[in-house]
């Protein structure tokens, strides 16, 4: 079983830049896809941005733009640029992993994706 630590979560003034960190121990067997989510008080925890083992991203409209992932194969870190960042980004961001493989799903809903971490949370004040 994969496990997932986040790093880099902190409070910035909008327009600013924030890179968030998720560690994966190594497994038996590899996720196909690793994913970051977020969850504002009050609302549903939403997909903000996907990779994939091969390298393939999905993003979320929201965040278009302004947010890229990225993975190093190495230690097994995927990461998150946020740039640009506006008040409504405000969140606990969490990284989450997939074992999901095949073409006709969600990369972006939280319900693919069995494996999350602890959460690190993220503050854009205007």
């Known amino acids: 079983q994969v496990q997932l630590v986040e790093s880099g979560g902190g409070s910035v003034q909008a327009g600013g830049s924030l890179i968030l960190s998720c560690a994966a121990s190594r497994s038996t067997y590899r996720p196909t896809h690793i994913a970051w989510f977020r969850q504002a008080p009050g609302k549903e925890r939403e997909g903000v941005a996907t990779i994939a083992t091969c390298g393939s991203t999905y993003y979320a409209d929201s965040v278009k733009g302004r947010f890229t992932i990225s993975q190093d194969n190495g230690p097994n870190t995927v990461y998150l640029q946020m740039n640009s960042l506006k008040p409504e980004d405000t969140a606990l961001y969490y990284c989450?992993?997939?074992?999901?493989?095949?073409?006709?799903?969600?990369?972006?809903?939280?319900?693919?994706?069995?494996?999350w971490g602890q959460g690190t949370q993220v503050t854009v004040s205007s």
């Open positions: 989450a992993a997939t074992f999901v493989i095949g073409t006709n799903w969600s990369r972006l809903a939280p319900s693919n994706f069995g494996t």
